[in-house]
């Protein structure tokens, strides 16, 4: 069956440290794989989205990256963070075959202080 | 505006009662999916309705959808604690199958005993 996995389940950070939020799914092959942030108060955005190894898709202008180095891998990342990149984070994926299913991973709370 | 607006945006029902969550789109729907989100995890797949009239039961919550409305009205029969939780649509926004699905605000539902 698969998983997918997300960590590190909570994270506090300054403003203008980097960070990096991992995400990597078991037990299927070639993913899409999706980056979503839900803010309070705020439905779910979507940040990014990868069809494929290195290939990722931007949704919104923002102060964050996303990387896909391994098939089922996906990292966010940023190099310098901002009291706005404060948010509860979701890594998704879906089967790639036209089902949109998401399977959502448990999420990262992340507080920029 | 959001694309997608869920009303109530918080519900409180005494367990036993039975309620009503809408989701009403501002662009055409191609599919639509019901998640539920304990607080601070990640997001369970609970339904997805993709042809106008359709309804889809599972367990005691029943999802329909009206297309020509554009809206969606998730159902929950004889609510108990193990329902409470935030109620988040998420719509297809092509008919390609993109897989790319923007979500609702979300309905937080508390059931009191």
């Known amino acids: 069956s698969q998983t997918i996995h997300q960590w590190p389940a909570t994270l506090v950070q300054p403003v203008g440290s980097p960070l990096s939020l991992e995400c990597t799914v078991e037990?299927?092959?070639?993913?899409?794989l999706y980056w979503y942030r839900q803010a309070a108060g705020r439905g779910l955005q979507l940040l990014f989205y990868?069809?494929?190894?290195?290939?990722i898709s931007s949704e919104v202008p923002q102060n964050l990256s996303a990387s896909r180095p391994q098939d089922r891998q996906f990292i966010l990342s940023s190099k310098k963070l901002l009291l706005s990149d404060s948010g509860f984070y979701l890594c998704?994926?879906?089967?790639?075959?036209?089902?949109?299913?998401?399977?959502f991973g448990s999420g990262t709370q992340l507080s920029v202080l | 505006s959001q694309e997608l607006e869920q009303s109530p945006q918080s519900l409180i029902v005494q367990e036993g009662k039975n309620l009503t969550i809408n989701c009403t789109s501002s662009?055409?729907?191609?599919?639509l999916y019901w998640y539920k989100q304990k607080y601070g995890e990640g997001l369970i797949f609970l339904m997805m309705?993709?042809?106008?009239?359709e309804e889809k039961s599972h367990e005691k919550i029943t999802a329909k959808l009206d297309e020509k409305k554009q809206q969606s009205s998730l159902h929950i029969t004889a609510s108990q604690p193990s329902h409470a939780g935030i109620y988040l649509c998420?719509?297809?926004?092509?008919?390609?199958?993109?897989?790319?699905?923007?979500f609702g605000t979300g309905t937080r539902l508390t059931i009191i005993p």
């Open positions: 662009k055409t729907l191609y599919g």
């Open positions: 037990g299927t092959s070639n993913p899409n």
């Open positions: 309705l993709q042809k106008g009239g």
């Open positions: 998704a994926w879906t089967q790639g075959n036209g089902n949109e299913k998401l399977f």
């Open positions: 990868s069809v494929g190894i290195g290939q």
């Open positions: 998420g719509a297809d926004r092509s008919n390609f199958g993109n897989e790319k699905l923007t």
